[in-house]
């Protein structure tokens, strides 16, 4: 009984199995042969081999959040009714009502940072981003085998990590590793312009694991959540590209042994047991020899061959658009437009709507206006274009898709100018709901009066803006580099002189101090925090979470 008798098993993507003698339970299960958003995304590596039967039959299904990925409705209708279901409790309920809507197992909506004991060994403890931009949560599961982070696609704050690390020593740690969002691939950059983008983001991306892996204090780092593979035609050649952001786990563990950390770095494979080992050196180097790493075409095209007739079959079945789009998108994003102040103030612009198909469309949606703000597109200059079939805006415009899984899917186009992120519109259309906007703004006002924070660059200490407005990564555990503060989430780089971001709109608050402040308070202080931060935050995702 006890530590020995408990089971700990991956089953592929963000999915982990736990069994101990009293009670058992499953951690984001996606097993969906028809993949997810709009059949673009598949298992890597596949993982319909698996005997599912003993998770059918868990006591617990545990979900992070809602993306299809992690939110599998096809398996969750064939669990047995017993099984309860464990969500977070977030700011809005679109998780717990779909549930209600799918399946007549009890849904368990549980509070961020309040421990749920579900047996005398087993205990769940979810830790809700602090940052409300996208609702995400890194799942802590007590075992008799040691402790889990399952931080999946979540970005843990220095804030939330100090909190897990003041209440739990962690045991294994699975962390996403892995781009998971549509930028650079749905925007018209020529070939080396991405490569470029998809170079920088995926350098960054595994630089922020590494350190945070060390901050994070935990034994053990588990590379999980990703990265999807492409079989639709259409998209295949992604899975191929020189500096994807979606590497594989061999390609990570290679950067792994350059950077020091693989000896402590663990390779889990779908359907592979965890074991209580002291070295994994050997079964890492065992399980990298699989034919998805080591013949990665050879593997996926029989992958695609095996699921491409489901996959035509989905597309097929999306049904035709009416012949013009004009009255639903006006009645879409007309009320939306209007009902929030801050948002037209902070886009403050024009986002042209291309549509393709047999009735091909132009629409403006324009942030400047307060009414009429949807009308057919004249020659305006818009800063933002979308391309979309029609047949695919038309399942957004009836509710049956939403605007991040389009975009996830990777079946649109889009062009800006000038190419810079606009997060206020990525997140205009993720939310797409007033009181979504409301929150948002509440957040924005109080972080612009949020913490500040002293950095040091040639011989000048200037008190900064602690958090970057992106993802509020905390910019002290950043680098500095020719006179900028470098965020260690994402990258994005802010002058020391003026707070402007050298990539896009952003700014942070900065001001050198006169020489008695910098006598006075050192490096990485502040008045809140008087020793400065000892850890950096957790990214699970690139900017922000799947987002362009």
Not at 518 to 534: C, F, K, L, N, T
Request: glycine fraction near 6%.
């Amino acid at each position: 009984m006890g530590a020995d008798s408990t089971e700990i098993r991956f089953y592929g993507h963000a999915s982990i199995y736990v069994s101990t003698p009293t009670a058992s339970l499953v951690t984001d299960p996606w097993f969906s042969s028809r993949g997810a958003f709009l059949s673009a995304w598949h298992q890597f590596p596949r993982n319909d081999h698996l005997d599912l039967e003993p998770l059918r039959e868990v006591d617990y299904v545990v979900l992070s959040h809602e993306h299809r990925d992690h939110f599998d409705v096809d398996f969750l209708r064939t669990i047995s009714p017993r099984t309860k279901i464990i969500i977070p409790k977030y700011t809005d309920t679109y998780l717990r009502d779909e549930l209600l809507a799918t399946v007549s197992n009890e849904v368990v909506v549980a509070a961020s940072h309040e421990k749920i004991q579900l047996s005398e060994d087993l205990a769940l403890t979810p830790v809700v981003q602090s940052v409300p931009i996208w609702d995400d949560c890194t799942l802590m599961i007590e075992t008799p085998r040691g402790t889990i982070a399952d931080v999946n696609d979540m970005k843990v704050s220095g804030r939330d990590l100090a909190w897990i690390r003041r209440e739990f020593d962690i045991d294994y740690l699975f962390v996403q590793y892995s781009g998971a969002n549509w930028h650079p691939h749905v925007y018209d950059y020529d070939s080396e312009r991405k490569r470029e983008i998809s170079r920088h983001k995926r350098r960054n991306k595994f630089a922020a694991v590494g350190k945070n892996f060390a901050a994070s204090g935990a034994r053990w780092l588990v590379p999980s959540a990703g990265p999807p593979c492409f079989l639709d035609p259409e998209h295949f050649e992604l899975n191929f590209e020189e500096d994807s952001i979606f590497p594989t786990q061999l390609e990570f563990y290679r950067y792994a042994q350059r950077e020091g950390f693989a000896e402590r770095t663990i390779i889990l494979l779908p359907g592979d047991l965890l074991e209580d080992k002291s070295d994994y050196g050997t079964d890492n180097e065992r399980r990298l020899q699989a034919a998805c790493f080591t013949d990665k075409r050879a593997y996926l095209e029989r992958y695609q061959r095996d699921r491409l007739p489901l996959i035509s079959h989905e597309l097929a079945a999306i049904p035709p658009a009416p012949e013009s789009l004009e009255d639903k998108l006006r009645a879409h994003f007309q009320p939306l437009v209007s009902s929030s102040a801050f948002f037209r103030r902070k886009i403050d612009g024009r986002v042209l709507v291309e549509t393709t198909g047999p009735n091909p469309e132009r629409f403006v949606v324009d942030f400047t206006r307060n009414r009429d703000s949807v009308y057919r597109y004249a020659g305006e200059d818009c800063f933002y274009t979308l391309r979309i079939e029609d047949r695919l805006l038309n399942l957004v415009l009836d509710g049956d898709l939403s605007w991040e899984e389009l975009l996830l899917s990777l079946r649109v186009g889009a062009s800006r100018t000038p190419d810079e992120y606009n997060e206020f519109l990525v997140v205009f259309l993720r939310f797409a709901n007033p009181d979504s906007y409301r929150a948002y703004a509440r957040y924005e006002r109080q972080k612009q009066l949020g913490e500040r924070a002293i950095v040091e660059d040639g011989g000048v200490r200037y008190e900064i803006q602690r958090y970057c407005p992106h993802a509020m990564a905390d910019l002290t555990q950043g680098q500095i580099s020719d006179g900028c503060v470098v965020c260690p989430g994402h990258g994005w780089k802010f002058r020391l002189d003026t707070g402007e971001c050298t990539s896009n709109a952003a700014t942070i608050a900065v001001r050198a101090l006169p020489d008695l402040e910098r006598e006075r308070v050192g490096i990485g202080q502040d008045s809140e925090h008087p020793e400065g931060a000892a850890d950096g935050p957790i990214p699970a995702q690139e900017t922000p979470n799947r987002t362009s």
